[in-house]
């Protein structure tokens, strides 16, 4: 990787770790300059993760204001998580079929890495691995379209999770699991089992997407 693609591989990084955990606040707006004095990083990387993260749906850039943190929406985490069900089956049962040795292998490491997750602290290790797990998958498929549709519902929806996680243990160890099995059932090339963790994924984000909206409910 060139040096200038590092930068903004690192800068997409880190803003879009800051957004998730809400160190950029959402519905917040931020100058360029602001940015670039938080992250300690330089006007080209910053402009370039600005732009990935536009295509994410992280953030909207107004010219003659800044860069808008786009709010969290109980409403938009439903609808990408219809979405999200479908297309993330599709890519499940192709990443089962057409996983190579060194696929399982990297899959591997991070089922070793996920069965480490036991409490809140761990909250960024375990998006992280998330991403790790997300990235993998791709590559599995062979299928270079999958990502340009899947990423952004997936950041999106780790933004939501974390937003309401409320330091619970139980969550993080939940999800850790949830994706382990997922990858597990990749490495043995198990179809069906990959199909089945991953409508669980989807199933267990949709609960908790319900339960997030039972408690902004106000009752009468």
Known sequence: MKKNELKSKIAYETIEEMITFQELI??????????????ELGRSPIREALQRLVVDKMVEIFPSKGILITPISVESQVRLLEVRRNVGEFAMKLAAIRATHNDKSEMQTIIDELLQIKQIAQAKQLVKLLKKTHAITVIATKNEFVDSVLSPLQGLSRRFWVAHLNHRDAELKKVAELYLNKLKAICQNNVEGTIKASLEINDYFTNYTHQVLTSLTPKL
């Open 26 to 39: 959402p519905g917040g707006m931020y100058s360029e300059s602001k940015l670039i004095e938080i992250t």
